[in-house]
Nanobody, 114 residues
Framework: QVELVESGGGLVQAGGSLRLSCAASGSILRLNTMGWYRQAPGKQREFVARITGVGLTTYGDSVQGRFTISKDNGKNTIYLQMNSLQPEDTGVYSC????????WGQGTQVTVSS
């Protein structure tokens, strides 16, 4: 069993920054891939970023160059540094981990005002 807890969401003005955290507990292997997805009201869930166990990163087209995903293996935690935020970045951000099945966190709300 795996538990993921996100934190760091909030309200920010356009152009601002936020840093999200996702702490994982349970049967975690450091080589598991973890990632972030987001969902805006009325829209489908969208891939944001992921990081593999060896630190390889991939980003969605809409966040490339503005967001950075990182991890702290010692803390079983991943982070999402979000810069140059825009109103279209508004949504619920959820982290996930790939094991034999995928686990998801509850999500944290990010709201960017114009």
């Amino acid at each position: 069993q795996v538990e993921l807890v996100e934190s760091g969401g909030g309200l920010v003005q356009a152009g601002g920054s936020l840093r999200l955290s996702c702490a994982a507990s349970g049967s975690i292997l450091r080589l598991n891939t973890m990632g972030w997805y987001r969902q805006a009201p009325g829209k489908q869930r969208e891939f944001v970023a992921r990081i593999t166990g060896v630190g390889l990163t991939t980003y969605g087209d809409s966040v490339q160059g503005r967001f950075t995903i990182s991890k702290d293996n010692g803390k079983n935690t991943i982070y999402l540094q979000m810069n140059s935020l825009q109103p279209e970045d508004t949504g619920v951000y959820s982290c996930m981990i790939i094991t034999s099945i995928d686990y998801w966190g509850q999500g944290t709300q990010v709201t960017v005002s114009s």
